[in-house]
């Protein structure tokens, strides 16, 4: 599993995906989303937005 | 004034029902225990105890992985330090649920694995400080709980829990025991109210959270019966359910509630206890070519659309899930069907509703309404505000 940078929100902030591990987005969310909080806190960082 | 001072009233023609007391003062009436403390109704703390409500999984196992609580039928966690030891399951196995329920939650061990001395695995649900508070642990005036449940194991033995403060501070490992496999059995524990450490009191944080050990090493087991600093979930010499493979723990009818008797589980309407549920977990899933919600288009790309909650959030949610399949979703406008291009993601939220974003390749009129909606039956969208 890991998070990626997918889009922008009204509010002009950065919304996340995450990447499950059979490749799938399940889950978007904001930046201060604690499962992505904690994410961040084990040291991982989101990968850029797709091109 | 005169106190009549007896153990039992009964009709001259009945040898049995009428008002019985006992020697704590406890009454019963027509062999129902009264509540020695607080309301008649809404005593019950757990919200999902009598296992009904699955918006999440509908009825499909979880296997459990380490280190968060993962969530099976609503409010009803597993957790572990070690994955995939256990699954969680509304009526896992499909045994008769006792007399009184419909349902339960079944815990599956997936493996024979041998518990280590740091070692943690449970099912548990946490109760938010609002509705808690009333117990007034941390405090002088802490009240006395009874926790009661119905427990049916393909074990026998002594198994163990834990109730424990939000901070993990304080816990009362409690005990009770399994006499004969394969058999609903009831279980009542009074617990003393805690008088010390820290309770979080009338917030929208935990409570209190209630475990049920599947397997605990010596660094997380306890005496039974008495409050202790830290957080074991479990008693010393416990049984292990994730010790066996295959053996299987279900568990319904749980009831927290003040006072020190057990009162009579308290069943609620379905719509009261799925509103309940709703106010931790939302999902909408409205079967194929029906609607979500109304927005409208920010560019020909995008349709901003609102999903109203049908109960007050606990929290402002901060992620939307989806089935994960952008063509599960569409976007109605005009007399125009056009299919997702991407799953839809996340605006903001609050605890009365939240943004959506719906896109697709092209077409839309920036400025007009459209209405969000499912191409098939698996499109789902859901918000959770858990503990």
Redesign the interface.
């Known amino acids: 599993m890991t998070y990626k940078v997918?889009?922008t929100?009204?509010?002009g902030?950065t919304?996340y995906?995450r990447i499950?591990d059979d490749g799938?987005?399940?889950?978007?969310?904001?930046a201060?989303?604690?499962?992505?909080q904690e994410w961040l806190a084990e040291g991982n960082e989101p990968l850029p937005a797709d091109d | 004034m005169s106190t009549l001072k007896v153990t039992s009233i009964q009709n001259p023609s009945t040898s049995s029902g009428g008002v019985s007391i006992d020697t704590s003062g406890h009454v019963t009436v027509d062999g129902v225990a009264m509540p020695s403390s607080g309301p008649l109704s809404n005593r019950n703390k757990i919200i999902n105890g009598d296992m009904r409500i699955d918006q999440r999984n509908a009825g499909a196992a979880v296997t459990i992985p380490a280190n968060a609580y993962t969530y099976s039928i609503d409010r009803w966690f597993g957790f572990c330090n070690q994955p995939s030891k256990f699954s969680l399951q509304q009526n896992a196995g499909a045994v008769t649920p006792p007399v009184g329920h419909s349902n339960y939650l079944g815990a599956t061990s997936l493996s024979a694995y041998a518990v280590i001395s740091t070692d943690y695995f449970a099912l548990g649900q946490a109760i938010e400080g609002f509705n808690f508070a009333d117990a007034s642990w941390g405090t002088a005036d802490a009240k006395t709980v009874t926790l009661s449940f119905q427990v049916y194991s393909s074990l026998t033995g002594t198994f163990g829990g834990a109730i424990q403060s939000s901070n993990q501070g304080r816990s009362y490992p409690f005990s009770y025991t399994v006499s004969s496999a394969n058999t609903w059995t009831p279980i009542a524990i009074t617990i003393a109210g805690d008088t010390t450490g820290t309770w979080v009191g009338a917030t929208n944080g935990i409570g209190a959270r209630v475990f049920w050990s599947l397997g605990s090493g010596s660094v997380q087991s306890g005496t039974a019966g008495a409050w202790v600093s830290g957080a074991p979930y479990s008693v010393t010499g416990a049984t292990s359910v994730v010790g066996t493979n295959g053996a299987t723990f279900y568990i319904t009818g749980v009831q927290l509630e003040v006072g020190s008797v057990a009162t009579p589980f308290e069943h609620r309407s379905y719509g009261d206890e799925l509103a309940r549920c709703q106010r931790y977990y939302y999902k909408i899933q409205p079967g194929q070519y029906d609607t979500f919600c109304l927005g409208y288009n920010r560019n020909t790309t995008l349709c901003q659309a609102f999903a109203p909650f049908p109960v007050t959030m606990r929290a402002a949610p901060t992620a939307l899930e989806t089935s994960g399949t952008a063509s599960d979703y569409r976007i109605l406008y005009l007399i125009t069907a056009a299919t997702c291009n991407a799953v839809p993601f996340f605006d903001h939220g609050s605890t009365t509703g939240s943004d959506i974003y719906f896109q697709v390749a092209s077409g839309l009129t920036a400025g007009q309404g459209s209405k969000a909606n499912s191409n098939t039956a698996d499109a789902y969208l859901a918000w959770s505000a858990e503990l």
């Not at chain 1, 799938?24 to 904001?30: A, D, K, L």
């Not at chain 1, 201060?32 to 992505?36: G, K, N, S, V």
């Open positions: 997918f889009n929100n009204s509010a902030e919304i995906a499950d799938v987005i399940r889950v978007t969310c904001s201060d989303h604690p499962p992505f």
